[in-house]
C-alpha cells in the first residue's frame, strides 16, 4: 500500500491532539470544512474510521490512537533529523533562515530572491515555507512572513502591507463561457472559487445585492486557488501582491468591480526582544522596499476595468 498523503497525516495529528475539528482548523490556520475534508481523505486511504463524533467533540478509535502515536513519534524524528543537519548552517553569521506561506513563497518571493541575493552574494537564505506559523526559537528561524491580524505569541511583528482583493480571472477565460464578464452583476453567472472566503463582503461593496450562488470549488491553499483560475476553472478574489506578476504577465487579467481592504495583512515577524542579527536586518530592510515598489506598481497595473466604470 502506497504512504497516505504526509499532509493528511499531519492535518490528523494535529486533530488528534484538540478536542474538536474547529480546536484543529483554528491551530492549522485552516477552515473547519479543510480539516473534515482532509480527516475523510486519510480514512478512505487506509479503509478505517479514526475518529467517533460524540457530542462532547471528536474521539479516537483504537487504530486511531495507535495511528497518532506512530505519526507524532515520526514527526519527531524528521524533526530531530532536520534540526541536526541543519544545526552547522543555522549557526553560521551568514546563513538566513526563512520562513513564510507557501502561496507568498511560491508567487511572490522566490522570483524575487535573486534580487536580495545579488545584492548580498555572501548571504545564503534558507527558505521554509509553512501554512502554520513555526516556533522560530524552537526552529532558529531568524525571520518569518506571515499573513494575518499580527497577534502571534513570543514574537514582533511588523506590518508591511495591507493585503488588498478584487476579481480574477485567467486571460483566455472561463471554461463554459465564450467571454469575460463586463460587470460586477455578470460575475454571478460564472463559477466563482472559493465562494465562500469575502465574496459577500466583495458584492455588497459593488453594490449587487443578489443571492449569492455559494457552491463551487475551494482551496485551502492560495496558490492552488490561483493555479485553478489561471486555468480557466472560475473566477477567484485574488490577493494583489500573489496577483501582481500573474496580471504583469498577462496570465491573469483583473475583472471589473471594486478593491476591497483584507482584514489580514502581511508582516515581518522575527523573536521577540532579540535583536536582529546583520543578515536579518539587511533582509528586512530589502523586503521593506520590495513590498513598497511591487504595491506602487501593482496599483498601476490594477486600476479598475474601464467597463466596469461605464457601467456605474
Same mark, same amino acid.
Given at each position: 500500500?502506497?504512504?497516505?498523503?504526509?499532509?493528511?497525516?499531519q492535518v490528523?495529528e494535529?486533530?488528534?491532539?484538540?478536542?474538536t475539528?474547529?480546536a484543529?482548523?483554528?491551530a492549522?490556520?485552516l477552515?473547519?470544512?479543510a480539516?473534515?475534508?482532509?480527516?475523510?481523505a486519510?480514512?478512505?486511504?487506509?479503509?478505517?474510521?479514526?475518529?467517533? +463524533?460524540t457530542?462532547?467533540?471528536?474521539?479516537?478509535?483504537p487504530?486511531?490512537?495507535r495511528?497518532?502515536?506512530t505519526?507524532a513519534?515520526a514527526?519527531?524524528?524528521?524533526?530531530?533529523a532536520t534540526?541536526?543537519?541543519?544545526?552547522?548552517? %543555522?549557526?553560521?553569521?551568514t546563513?538566513?533562515?526563512?520562513?513564510a506561506?507557501p502561496?507568498?513563497a511560491t %508567487?511572490?518571493?522566490l522570483?524575487?530572491?535573486p534580487?536580495?541575493?545579488?545584492?548580498?552574494?555572501?548571504i545564503?537564505v534558507?527558505?521554509?515555507?509553512?501554512m502554520?506559523?513555526?516556533?522560530?526559537i524552537?526552529?532558529?528561524?531568524?525571520?518569518?512572513?506571515?499573513n494575518g491580524e499580527?497577534?502571534?505569541?513570543g514574537?514582533t511583528s511588523?506590518?508591511?502591507?495591507q493585503?488588498?482583493?478584487?476579481?480574477?480571472?485567467?486571460?483566455g477565460?472561463?471554461?463554459?463561457h465564450?467571454?469575460?464578464?463586463?460587470?460586477?452583476?455578470q460575475l454571478l453567472?460564472?463559477p466563482?472559487?472559493n465562494?465562500?472566503?469575502?465574496?459577500? %463582503?466583495?458584492?455588497n %461593496?459593488a453594490?449587487v445585492?443578489a443571492?449569492?450562488?455559494?457552491?463551487?470549488k475551494?482551496?485551502?491553499?492560495?496558490?492552488l486557488?490561483?493555479?485553478a483560475a489561471?486555468?480557466g $476553472?472560475g473566477i477567484a478574489?485574488g490577493?494583489?501582491?500573489?496577483?501582481?506578476?500573474?496580471?504583469? $504577465?498577462?496570465?491573469?487579467?483583473?475583472?471589473p468591480?471594486p478593491?476591497i481592504?483584507s482584514?489580514?495583512?502581511?508582516?515581518?515577524?522575527?523573536?521577540?526582544?532579540?535583536?536582529?542579527s546583520?543578515?536579518?536586518?539587511a533582509?528586512a530592510?530589502?523586503i +521593506?522596499k520590495?513590498?513598497?515598489?511591487?504595491? +506602487?506598481?501593482a496599483?498601476s497595473?490594477?486600476?479598475?476595468p474601464?467597463?466596469?466604470?461605464?457601467? +456605474?
Amino acid at each position: 500500500m502506497a504512504l497516505p498523503s504526509l499532509r493528511n497525516l499531519q492535518v490528523f495529528e494535529v486533530a488528534a491532539r484538540h478536542p474538536t475539528l474547529r480546536a484543529a482548523a483554528d491551530a492549522l490556520f485552516l477552515t473547519h470544512g479543510a480539516v473534515s475534508r482532509q480527516i475523510r481523505a486519510l480514512e478512505a486511504e487506509l479503509g478505517v474510521a479514526l475518529f467517533t +463524533r460524540t457530542r462532547q467533540g471528536m474521539m479516537l478509535t483504537p487504530q486511531g490512537r495507535r495511528l497518532q502515536a506512530t505519526v507524532a513519534e515520526a514527526l519527531k524524528l524528521m524533526h530531530d533529523a532536520t534540526a541536526t543537519i541543519g544545526h552547522q548552517a %543555522r549557526n553560521s553569521s551568514t546563513h538566513l533562515v526563512l520562513t513564510a506561506l507557501p502561496s507568498f513563497a511560491t %508567487r511572490w518571493l522566490l522570483p524575487r530572491l535573486p534580487d536580495f541575493q545579488s545584492r548580498h552574494p555572501d548571504i545564503t537564505v534558507e527558505l521554509i515555507p509553512a501554512m502554520a506559523p513555526l516556533d522560530l526559537i524552537e526552529k532558529q528561524i531568524d525571520l518569518g512572513i506571515r499573513n494575518g491580524e499580527g497577534s502571534w505569541a513570543g514574537v514582533t511583528s511588523e506590518r508591511l502591507a495591507q493585503e488588498k482583493l478584487f476579481p480574477v480571472a485567467a486571460k483566455g477565460g472561463v471554461l463554459g463561457h465564450n467571454k469575460l464578464p463586463r460587470s460586477a452583476q455578470q460575475l454571478l453567472e460564472y463559477p466563482l472559487l472559493n465562494p465562500y472566503d469575502d465574496w459577500q %463582503r466583495w458584492f455588497n %461593496r459593488a453594490g449587487v445585492t443578489a443571492r449569492l450562488p455559494f457552491v463551487g470549488k475551494t482551496f485551502n491553499d492560495a496558490n492552488l486557488l490561483l493555479q485553478a483560475a489561471e486555468a480557466g $476553472e472560475g473566477i477567484a478574489l485574488g490577493r494583489k501582491w500573489l496577483v501582481a506578476d500573474a496580471l504583469n $504577465e498577462g496570465i491573469l487579467v483583473r475583472l471589473p468591480g471594486p478593491m476591497i481592504l483584507s482584514p489580514r495583512s502581511y508582516y515581518l515577524i522575527y523573536p521577540e526582544n532579540q535583536p536582529l542579527s546583520p543578515h536579518a536586518e539587511a533582509f528586512a530592510v530589502w523586503i +521593506r522596499k520590495q513590498m513598497t515598489l511591487t504595491g +506602487r506598481e501593482a496599483d498601476s497595473r490594477t486600476s479598475e476595468p474601464v467597463a466596469s466604470r461605464r457601467a +456605474r
